[in-house]
């Protein structure tokens, strides 16, 4: 088992240019989420989903995009990228949402927008 | 609303010595909650979690951690620190019945030779 997997690990954006982070997991789990971490923040949720096809907010949603298309992977996507989402994006996925459900967490992708 | 508080957003302790890292909540409801350790470059990898039950959570690498309702607290530790827990920990918690998780902005323990 991979466990989650994250594609890209860095990436260099210029303002307004478009990304597409992508997520996998091969642990058959229905949840997935997308997280950032800043300095002195913790993380936050951005999106999340509760299995195939389907998508809903978090906590920082604005300026991010989200789709389920196969269980397995969960695609975070950059329209017009800002200087504000330079942060370290984390992925992570559970196989419910209940009670104590363990969340397993990717690698991580550093990005930098200029 | 759900918060966490992670007192001191660094540690420094010395190799042998006790680790002690603070956490505070506010829930309004009986909470779920959790200890993650991210290492350098890495994702959170849980230590540990408290649902029900015994008070006296114990974890992985010799953590544990204490839920006091009272106190409203869940403070991680480790008897005998060794430098391969030098990493970043985050307290979490989640509502019982509840979806998102709450993380603190975690505490750095650095551990000297």
């Known amino acids: 088992n991979a466990g989650v997997t994250q594609t890209p690990k860095f990436r260099v954006l210029k303002t307004g240019q478009s990304m597409t982070l992508l997520c996998a997991q091969d642990m058959n789990h229905e949840y997935m989420y997308w997280y950032r971490q800043d300095p002195g923040m913790g993380l936050r949720l951005i999106h999340y989903?509760?299995?195939?096809?389907?998508?809903a907010k978090g906590e920082v949603p604005d300026g991010y995009n989200v789709s389920r298309l196969k269980k397995q992977n969960f695609l975070l996507g950059l329209e017009s990228a800002a200087p504000s989402q330079t942060s370290v994006y984390f992925c992570a996925s559970s196989l419910r949402s209940d009670i104590s459900d363990t969340q397993y967490f990717g690698p991580g992708t550093r990005l930098t927008v200029l | 609303a759900q918060s966490v508080t992670q007192l001191g957003s660094h540690v420094s302790v010395s190799e042998g010595a006790l680790v002690l890292l603070r956490c505070n909540y506010s829930?309004?409801?009986?909470?779920?909650l959790f200890w993650y350790v991210q290492y350098p470059n890495q994702g959170l990898q849980l230590l540990l979690k408290?649902?029900?039950?015994?008070?006296l959570v114990k974890g992985i690498n010799g953590f544990e951690a204490e839920f006091k309702k009272s106190e409203t607290s869940f403070h991680l530790t480790k008897p005998s620190a060794h430098m391969s827990d030098a990493a970043e920990y985050f307290c979490a918690v989640r509502n019982t019945g509840g979806f998102k998780t709450i993380f603190g902005a975690g505490t750095r323990l650095f551990v000297k030779a």
């Open positions: 408290y649902t029900t039950g015994a008070t």
């Open positions: 829930s309004s409801v009986p909470p779920y």
């Open positions: 989903s509760v299995g195939e096809g389907t998508t």
